[in-house]
């Protein structure tokens, strides 16, 4: 069973620029969440989508944005790309994503930098 | 609202035990995950408490304490590889999104 397929694994931008990062969940997983992890602030949910809806969104500004397609297969967007988004960016998979079912595979990350 | 804490750093002698603690205020709590993640790495899944009580698998047991907030990971017989971040992540009913702690940063030495 493939795991969770995160591309690219690494990519370089500048800032004012706009990326978009591409996330292939587990065959039948239907939850997919995206994390963004720095050295100081952790592991920050960014949000979460099941069939194609997103269910719950962190705190991050509107620059940020994602979408999940029909066949699980989701994106995530950043525009107008600051020096503080460099980040290491985690998409994960659940079976449902509800309370009770929602143990995250996590996928290797696509890791930002942003000059 | 969501509080976690759990400490930055510990460190422990190859073949002992740590304890790894957490202390969460969530509403609606639901139950509590352990993840652990090495350097570079992304994190995989150790344990789910739902119930109150002491869970073991292993070499790792996870305890949960719904009344008081708290929860802790046991590590026995520490090996050089159990060197990582070991993420505490208290889960919400209703919410179809989890929030880490911070992580802890264990370092084994031999």
């Known amino acids: 069973k493939a795991g969770v397929t995160q591309t690219p694994r690494y990519l370089i931008k500048t800032r004012g620029q706009q990326v978009t990062l591409s996330c292939s969940p587990i065959s039948g997983h239907r939850s997919v969440s995206w994390y963004q992890q720095t050295p100081g602030q952790g592991l920050q949910f960014l949000f979460e989508?099941?069939?194609?809806?997103?269910?719950n969104k962190g705190n991050f500004p509107g620059r940020f944005s994602g979408r999940q397609f029909s066949n699980s297969r989701s994106e995530m967007n950043v525009s107008t790309l600051e020096l503080g988004d460099s980040a290491l960016y985690l998409c994960a998979s659940s079976l449902e994503g509800r309370p009770g079912a929602n143990v995250l595979t996590f996928g290797a990350g696509s890791r930002l930098t942003v000059l | 609202g969501q509080n976690i804490d759990q400490p930055t750093e510990m460190t422990a002698t190859e073949g002992a035990i740590v304890q790894i603690n957490c202390t969460y205020q969530t509403s609606g709590f639901n139950g509590l995950f352990w993840y652990q993640q090495h350097a570079g790495e992304a994190p995989t899944f150790l344990s789910y408490n739902v119930l109150d009580g002491l869970e073991e698998k292993g070499r790792f047991s996870s305890f949960l304490s719904r009344s008081k907030g708290y929860s802790y990971l046991l590590l026995k017989e520490l090996q050089m590889k159990d060197s990582a971040s070991y993420l505490c992540a208290p889960e919400s009913r209703g919410y179809n999104k989890l929030i880490f702690g911070a992580g802890t940063r264990l370092a084994v030495h031999p």
């Open positions: 989508y099941f069939s194609e809806t997103q269910r």
